[in-house]
């Protein structure tokens, strides 16, 4: 009897409790998307809002070319593409052979120089005597003519003899003012110099330190260490100077350079921390780094056809503006970057008080290149030659004066 009365209850009471079941329904979904609300606004303000991220990364590194400084036939090659390099270690081997040639003719034009100068100077002493000779002779020729003409008068000498005696004195002061030319004009070649600081060998002698320059750069070695990269030259090749060769690339040093839209930058600083996720390493390594620089211009800004026109189909676009990221070298070590790699970055900043334009950036400078052209071994060598084609001379004190 019950249950008939159940089955048979009526239908607007099941009708009347839809409306309820669907307004609890609303009331509990809205009330869902309050708290959903409140929660993200909550999150933002406390978190999300000091910081900025962009997968718009990519790992950048140095790729140091290496050229040759000198023309050159490839003769060796010791570093190919993917192998590492320690700085200072062996490329590549040029034929030295019209190197030798001209550092032998140019340490003969050294040797040749500083005997050209030692003749000047030779020649000088030598003017100086004539200069006093003339002199003296110049003494005894106006005596001999003063006692001639006294006895002119008395008939002992004839007016030829006298007027031979005139001429031999005019001869011998026409004699003396050209030597003294000649002596002022050998003097203005020497004069406040020695046969080591003469101008003509110190020439010679640059000529020799440049020929020697071009046979050690026949030598080419890597000036900082790294990976091998993009080798285009091969055994046999005759290459000019300037020519690519390979690249070196120090992955020790890589950044990231992290492009992030113009509405992202208002509170970015230099300084700042930033943490750095990997698509090669994925998210169980996460890198830490700081920013270290921001782009002086938009990447379009920079490009060959900016899109900044005045022609009339111009459209706004959100720009995007390159960042520098420096990595931690430790981590760089365990987990070594490729240059090209993709990324994700997310920069901290709560912390504004940093500056917009960087001061420094790299974390350590590149090491100092020793020069070529200093070479102890060389110096010597023309010390040397110096020494075998002049004489040790008081007067000129040439070779101490070199030393």
Request: aromatic share 4%; charged share 20%.
């Amino acid at each position: 009897m019950s249950d008939e009365a159940t089955s048979t209850a009526p239908p607007e009471a099941d009708a009347a409790a839809l409306p309820n079941k669907r307004r609890r329904g609303l009331i509990l979904l809205a009330l869902a998307a309050v708290l959903a609300g409140m929660g993200y606004g909550g999150y933002w303000f406390a978190v999300a809002r000091h910081y900025e991220s962009t997968d718009d990364a990519y790992v950048d590194g140095d790729l140091v070319q290496i050229t040759s400084e000198v023309p050159g036939t490839v003769m060796a090659l010791a570093a190919d593409d993917t192998q590492g390099v320690r700085g200072g270690q062996t490329l590549l081997e040029l034929d030295p052979a019209d190197a030798q040639v001209a550092m032998s003719n140019a340490e003969a034009r050294l040797a040749d120089a500083v005997r050209e100068v030692r003749t000047l100077f030779a020649t000088a002493g030598q003017l100086r005597a004539q200069i006093a000779d003339r002199k003296i002779a110049l003494g005894r020729a106006q005596a001999d003519y003063q006692r001639r003409s006294s006895l002119l008068q008395d008939g002992a000498v004839s007016a030829e003899e006298l007027s031979h005696a005139q001429e031999n004195v005019a001869q011998i002061q026409a004699d003396l003012t050209e030597a003294r030319e000649q002596l002022q004009a050998t003097t203005a070649q020497i004069d406040r110099t020695s046969v080591g600081t003469h101008p003509r060998v110190l020439a010679a002698e640059a000529a020799v330190r440049d020929a020697a320059l071009a046979l050690r750069r026949t030598h080419i070695v890597a000036p900082v260490s790294g990976v091998v990269a993009r080798r285009s030259v091969q055994i046999g090749q005759r290459v000019a100077a300037g020519t690519p060769l390979m690249a070196v690339v120090p992955l020790e040093d890589v950044w990231v350079d992290a492009n992030f839209k113009e509405v992202q930058l208002a509170d970015m600083r230099v300084g700042q921390p930033v943490e750095v996720n990997t698509d090669v390493y994925g998210r169980r390594v996460k890198y830490r780094g700081k920013l270290v620089g921001l782009s002086a211009g938009s990447g379009s800004a920079f490009a060959l056809l900016p899109s900044q026109n005045a022609s009339g189909n111009w459209i706004k676009i959100v720009q995007r503006v390159p960042v520098r990221i420096l990595l931690d070298p430790q981590q760089l070590a365990s987990y070594p970057l490729r240059v090209g790699l993709s990324t994700s970055v997310t920069v901290n900043i709560r912390d504004t008080s940093g500056g917009l334009i960087a001061s420094s950036v790299r974390s350590q400078p590149f090491p100092v290149r020793p020069s070529l052209g200093e070479d102890p071994a060389l110096d010597v060598r023309i010390a040397q030659i110096l020494a075998a084609n002049d004489r040790p001379d008081p007067h000129t004190n040439s070779v101490a004066a070199r030393q």
